[in-house]
């Protein structure tokens, strides 16, 4: 198992993972690169044609008698030969790092590389030109030709350089955010899976203790309770993987777990539920309430035995907002989060990065608000 996982965050931190050595794999490999090679090699054609049609436009417009096949060759002669170039142009991009070199530095290893690659192209275009089309056997043949053709196509070849280098570093900048927000995103899962084993946990332990206090003074009730606690523990296996759900189902396991309090505290736990018809159907994290109504059903009895709870949502246009108000004994003057508003705050602050909130203020009649809001999502939930 930990052999796997290290093999997972070497592929996601973009660093090798062992080889296999599997005739798929091989097979695999070679398939990619067959296709980057035959990409390049239409790309450099088509360029080609492009290039030889410009040619021959520009011939034509200055009384030029070069027939078509010629300029077509030369065109694609000139761009294959930069196909071959290519994979030293690559070679260099990929172990001349921006970041790891000063700017003159590295400003100076491409415009060297650039001009030496220009040259080459330009010489090996003139060898061509000298041996197949029908330029003078000699070698001052060779130097004029090669002295016109670096004159009116340098600029040219250093563009080609250019756009070559700068399309290797775009691709592995963009492979460098993809891993990175891969590891980004691995990560806020893993810290959000953390909170919910956090959570479940305290709400298990607290629920066992509701129960067990009626064990011995009401073993009927007791039962139901522990038929009601397998119900919301089954639903919560089921849900393990579910990061958001509608509020109405949310709702809906909420009233699972207040079913169980009410059997326990009777009379003494009174609930107002006041949920806006457009906001039951936004999307909220997965128990994001339970916690919540849990200290205030905790901290609304410590007062006189005797606890309201209002729970409320509200559907705006670009978050809804759920308030949880109880009339306990009311903030401190330096209010402290427990584990339940501590945790339900790190998930919020986890799923929506930041834009999400919860925070506490005193209630009018006594007691305290927690509020939470949740950022809508980008695909605008029905609010019918």
Not at 18 to 36: F, G, H, I, N, Q
Not at 121 to 139: G, K, S
Not at 159 to 185: D, H, K, N, Q, W
Not at 261 to 287: C, H, N, S, T, Y
Request: net charge positive.
């Amino acid at each position: 198992m930990c052999r796997l996982i290290m093999t997972d965050l070497r592929t996601l931190s973009g660093e090798s993972a062992p080889a296999t050595y599997s005739p798929w794999a091989r097979r695999a490999r070679l398939a990619s690169r067959a296709r980057l090679v035959l990409g390049g090699a239409i790309g450099l054609t088509l360029f080609g044609l492009l290039y030889g049609v410009q040619l021959r436009y520009l011939q034509s417009q200055f009384g030029g008698q070069v027939e078509w096949a010629t300029t077509l060759r030369v065109s694609l002669v000139h761009w294959y030969l930069w196909g071959v170039l290519a994979f030293p142009i690559v070679l260099i991009s990929r172990y001349v790092r921006f970041g790891a070199l000063r700017p003159l530095q590295f400003l100076a290893i491409h415009v060297a590389a650039a001009v030496a690659l220009v040259l080459a192209q330009v010489a090996l275009r003139t060898t061509w030109d000298w041996l197949f089309e029908q330029v003078e056997p000699t070698f001052e043949a060779w130097t004029n030709t090669f002295t016109w053709l670096l004159f009116v196509d340098y600029h040219r070849g250093l563009l080609t350089y250019a756009g070559i280098a700068c399309s290797v570093y775009a691709v592995r900048f963009a492979r460098s955010e993809t891993r990175a927000l891969a590891l980004r995103t691995a990560l806020n899962e893993a810290r959000l899976s953390a909170l919910r084993m956090q959570l479940q946990p305290h709400f298990l332990f607290n629920t066992l203790n509701a129960i067990s206090a009626l064990v011995r003074e009401d073993p009927i009730r007791a039962e139901k309770m522990i038929i009601l606690l397998s119900d919301l523990l089954r639903t919560t296996l089921l849900k393990s993987d579910v990061s958001e759900v509608p509020l109405d189902e949310e709702l809906e396991f909420l009233n699972r777990y207040l079913a169980i309090q009410l059997m326990r505290f009777g009379d003494r736990l009174e609930i107002q539920i006041d949920i806006d018809p457009r906001a039951r159907r936004r999307l909220v994290p997965w128990q994001v309430l339970q916690p919540v109504v849990e200290n205030a059903v905790t901290h609304g009895l410590s007062k006189t035995g005797r606890c309201f709870v209002g729970i409320s949502a509200e559907a705006r246009p670009d978050e809804t907002i759920i308030r949880v108000r109880d009339e306990g004994p009311g903030l401190s003057d330096r209010p402290e989060f427990g584990i339940g508003l501590s945790t339900v705050r790190a998930r919020l602050d986890q799923t929506y990065h930041g834009r999400g909130r919860l925070d506490l203020s005193r209630n009018e009649t006594g007691g305290c608000v927690v509020e939470i809001a949740i950022p809508r999502g980008a695909s605008h939930d029905d609010d019918r």
